[in-house]
T-cell receptor, first 113, second 114 residues
Framework: QKEVEQDPGPLSVPEGAIVSLNCTYS??????FMWYRQYSRKGPELLMY????GNKEDGRFTAQVDKSSKYISLFIRDSQPSDSATYLC?????????????FGKGTKLTVNP | DAGVTQSPTHLIKTRGQHVTLRCSPI?????VSWYQQVLGQGPQFIFQ???????GRGNFPDRFSARQFPNYSSELNVNALLLGDSALYLC?????????????FGPGTRLTVL
């Protein structure tokens, strides 16, 4: 079993839809959880960064962490065509360094106008 | 301010050759990390350097090496290229070793090995 599982999609939604992206993990030591957005032919861009369980909101984006279920989610409200990208979850047991950061495969999202 | 820059953008090599990829971090950032992203996969950690010293190494063969220069730029070298080395190579910079929330990625170098 991989440490981090993420459905690769692809996921296609109409503009304005609520999008739900998810990752599950097996390592109960993970405490730091991140969501990255990666546009085609670009590097990943950090969207959300959370520690331990709970919710975090930033504009149209909400990140949720449920450590008891080993499950994290990213919700996008009022999705826009500009949200079309691949979304990567990542997690780590500690605050740095890079060798501890484990990424999911990414979910490709298309928002249709 | 300029972000993380990487060169070249694209590269085509044949099996057995050697390649050098370059990264310039954001001004003031002293940590550089290298990742390999195979098509359809998430990035996999290769190396992290901080203040010119190796601070972490991923599960990659000795054909992969890296270094960081006094100006904090970095090179990733891969010897004896294999077809499986074809990937997007990402560089990320941060102020310190332990700062995921302040780690910024470059656009990557796309390496194709024929």
């Amino acid at each position: 079993q991989k440490e981090v599982e993420q459905d690769p999609g692809p996921l296609s939604v109409p503009e304005g839809a609520i999008v739900s992206l998810n990752c599950t993990y097996s390592n109960s030591a993970f405490q730091y959880f991140m969501w990255y957005r990666q546009y085609s032919r670009k590097g990943p861009e950090l969207l959300m960064y959370t520690y331990s369980s709970g919710n975090k909101e930033d504009g149209r984006f909400t990140a949720q962490v449920d450590k008891s279920s080993k499950y994290i989610s990213l919700f996008i409200r009022d999705s826009q065509p500009s949200d079309s990208a691949t979304y990567l979850c990542a997690m780590s047991p500690t605050q740095g360094g890079s060798e501890k950061l484990v990424f999911g495969k990414g979910t490709k999202l298309t928002v249709n106008p | 301010d300029a972000g993380v820059t990487q060169s070249p953008t694209h590269l085509i090599k044949t099996r057995g050759q050697h390649v050098t990829l370059r990264c310039s971090p954001i001004s003031g950032h002293k940590s550089v990390s290298w990742y390999q992203q195979v098509l359809g996969q998430g990035p996999q950690f290769i190396f992290q350097y901080y203040e010119k010293e190796e601070r972490g190494r991923g599960n990659f063969p000795d054909r992969f090496s890296a270094r960081q220069f006094p100006n904090y730029s970095s090179e990733l070298n891969v010897n004896a290229l294999l077809l499986g080395d074809s990937a997007l190579y990402l560089c990320a910079s941060s102020l310190a070793v332990y700062s995921y929330n302040e780690q910024f990625f470059g656009p990557g170098t796309r390496l194709t090995v024929l």
